[in-house]
């Protein structure tokens, strides 16, 4: 953890390497890596059969983010604004390869980091909510994870040290309640299908020794046995839950009780090291595999690489993790109490952060955000979602989030009157603060169908405002100005685009249009 941000410093150019050139055909993209003065640099860039350029743009890296265990990726600021860089290396493959997420999209340089990610691979990161990659000066108060993350603020530790209490404002997770605990780590190790922000928090608000879903909530799909998980990436905490020691010990099993944060063991050390953690509840007995049997391997007695076995990450390449199961064989199926997470509150989804002594059904604003989220990969979740947004429309009728909702119910019903509805909807969700890119995009559609062009271009210029670095927002805005026959806006909107994704292939069709004669004909 103490390694998951770093600068760009000497040091690491001495364990990875610093010049590489990578051709991607699905994309037809050149990727560059380089260094000078001790800065690394990437470079993307696009060739025609004979050449010549079409596209280059190179940015310096800034900061290095993961600790090199699985890999590392960079990240690139351009004014307020921070952005993920194409390529990360990968360790196990000790090569750089795109980073994870660009084999689904043509991203350039212009893939925001976003609050919901950095808060867990920094110590104090500083991104604006709704920023769409935004972040204040400077961008972080601290690098890498500190002690602030699991033990709370030093600040209130020097002011309860000043009034003759210098223990008491540091929370010490060994003398936490194992659920409080995990509850620290559950807030970067348990993804879950959503996770979602109460009302008014933002990812700095969680205090250790606190419930964690007093400022984050984390929901999943009930799953059966057919469709039982079979991805490691961040379900540490379920997966722990649901093995036969955590049942077992009643709850009282806990990350910590196996992991030490201030330790981490080598590749060699490991086996024996955790062999230990095993045995203060095991015995020799407790391995059906005879001793003899369990030396003779490599490495001999290795409890966790039979019963935790690693596996590979099915989103990012070259990656594995351990299985948190602690299984008896690799294969082994789920426990019945997998099958049976959710409670006659909440049926429906598995409310994993609520306090599991207690049945409270989480505020309906936080469900609403819930389902929107799940929807987009459980459409069976639609109809809830459009459900809470009703119970919610007479008490909120302002909040963003229902406005969305209700917007998407109205959509659904494909009827004139129904669109004019959802065009009242997205309208008022702009009016109160929506800082959604899609609001935008979906807005202006709505009223360009309603023969509406002015207000349409109005609404994406809006969104351009809040969302700089939306490249959709710059090409629907160009199109719709060419359309009008406004050619100076439609050039001006183009060319920032150009500039700012130098990578779209349709904002440098429109801008071309700009650089022949009078536009193209106009």
Known sequence: MGRSMSEITPAIFERIPTSINIFDSRLNRHFELSARDNNLYQSEYETTADGKDVFRETRKLEWIIGSGANGSGSIVKQDDYLFEAPLSFY???????????????????????????ISCHSG???PILGGDGRFQEPPFAELAIGCENCHGPGLSHVAAANMGDPTGSITNPSKLSPWLADNICMSCHQAGDARVLQT?????????GAE????????????????APKDDLLEHYLSMRLSKCYVKSGGRLGCIGCHDPHVQPSQQEAPAYFRQKCMACHTEKSCALPLTARQHKTPPDDCAGCHMPKRDVKIISHSVLTNHRIVAQAEEPFPDVAFHMTTHQLPDLVHLSANPTRQNAPPLLTLLQAYGQIMLAHPEYRIRYWSVAEQLKPLQPDDVHVLEALADEALQKKTPSEAALATQYLAAAVQHGATNSADFEKLSELLQAANRKGDAAHALRQGMELAPYDAELYRHCSTIYFALNKVQEACEVAEKGRQRFPQDDAIRALAKRCDAPFGAGH
């Not at 928090?201 to 205090?207: A, I, K, L, V």
């Open 91 to 117: 360790a196990k493959a000790n090569r750089w390869a795109l980073s994870p997420g660009y084999e689904f999209g043509d991203y350039g340089f212009n893939r925001p980091i976003l609050p919901a990610c």
């Open 124 to 126: 104090q990161a500083r």
């Open 200 to 208: 008014g928090r933002s990812y700095r608000d969680f205090r250790p």
């Open 212 to 227: 964690l879903d007093d400022s984050l909530s984390i929901f999943l799909v009930p799953f059966s046995r057919e469709s």
